[in-house]
T-cell receptor, first 113, second 113 residues
Framework: GENVEQHPSTLSVQEGDSAVIKCTYS??????FPWYKQELGKGPQLIID?????GEKKDQRIAVTLNKTAKHFSLHITETQPEDSAVYFC????????????FGAGTQVVVTP | NAGVTQTPKFQVLKTGQSMTLQCAQD?????MYWYRQDPGMGLRLIYY???????DKGEVPNGYNVSRLNKREFSLRLESAAPSQTSVYFC????????????FGPGTRLTVL
C-alpha cells in the first residue's frame, strides 16, 4: 500500500520568513495530493491540493509543488504569520481508492513574532 | 450547515467497556470515513463507507465495528475497549463525485484506563 513520509516533524520560523514542508510517497499510482491544516483542538481542514497532471499550484501565500518522477511534493508558505502556527499534514490518494487518504505524520509549525 | 458533527467530544472508559462514537454530516456526501490520530503518527484510517449500504476496512480496523445507518450517519463502535484505543477519533465525509476534499468533524478524545 501507499506510504507517505513527511519532514520535518517540527518547524520554527520567524514571522515573515518562509516555511517549507516536504513529503515523499511510495505508490506511483497516487494522483491526488492534499495538504491539511489542523489547529489546536480542531479537525484538519484542507488548505490546498494538487493533482498529478499539474506541477505547481498557488493560492495567495501558499504553494504546492509536485515532482512525480521523484515521488515527492512540498508545501511552501511565504510571509508567515502567527496564525499560520498549526500542524500541517500531507496526504496521498489514488483514483481507485474510494477517496481513502494516506497521511504523513504531520509537521508542527510555530511562527514566532 | 453544521458540516460534520461528532458526539461525544470527550469520553473516558474502563478496559472492557463498550461505546459508540456518533458522526453525522449534512452536506449530502456519499462517502464517510473514520480516522484515529495518535501523536507522531498522523491520521490512520479505521473504516470507511464509500456509499450508503457499504463499509470497508481501512488500515487499522481491529477492535472496531462500524454502521452506516443512513446517508447522513456513520457510527464507530468499540465492543471491548483497550488502552491501545486511547486516541482522538475523527469522522470525515466527502462527495466522491466532487473535488475529493474530505471535511472533518471536531473529533472525539477517548481515554481508556
Amino acid at each position: 500500500g501507499e506510504n507517505v513520509e513527511q519532514h520535518p516533524s517540527t518547524l520554527s520560523v520567524q514571522e515573515g520568513d518562509s516555511a517549507v514542508i516536504k513529503c515523499t510517497y511510495s505508490d506511483s499510482a497516487s494522483n491526488y495530493f492534499p495538504w491539511y491544516k489542523q489547529e489546536l483542538g480542531k479537525g484538519p481542514q484542507l488548505i490546498i491540493d494538487i493533482r498529478s497532471n499539474v506541477g505547481e499550484k498557488k493560492d495567495q501565500r501558499i504553494a504546492v509543488t509536485l515532482n512525480k518522477t521523484a515521488k515527492h511534493f512540498s508545501l511552501h508558505i511565504t510571509e508567515t504569520q502567527p496564525e499560520d502556527s498549526a500542524v500541517y499534514f500531507c496526504a496521498a490518494s489514488g483514483t481507485d481508492s474510494w477517496g481513502k487518504l494516506q497521511f504523513g505524520a504531520g509537521t508542527q509549525v510555530v511562527v514566532t513574532p | 450547515n453544521a458540516g460534520v458533527t461528532q458526539t461525544p467530544k470527550f469520553q473516558v472508559l474502563k478496559t472492557g467497556q463498550s461505546m459508540t462514537l456518533q458522526c453525522a454530516q449534512d452536506m449530502n456526501h456519499n462517502s464517510m470515513y473514520w480516522y484515529r490520530q495518535d501523536p507522531g503518527m498522523g491520521l490512520r484510517l479505521i473504516y470507511y463507507s464509500a456509499s450508503e449500504g457499504t463499509t470497508d476496512k481501512g488500515e487499522v480496523p481491529n477492535g472496531y465495528n462500524v454502521s452506516r445507518l443512513n446517508k447522513r450517519e456513520f457510527s464507530l463502535r468499540l465492543e471491548s475497549a483497550a488502552p491501545s484505543q486511547t486516541s482522538v477519533y475523527f469522522c470525515a465525509s466527502m462527495d466522491l463525485r466532487g473535488g475529493r476534499e474530505q471535511f472533518f468533524g471536531p473529533g472525539t478524545r477517548l481515554t481508556v484506563l
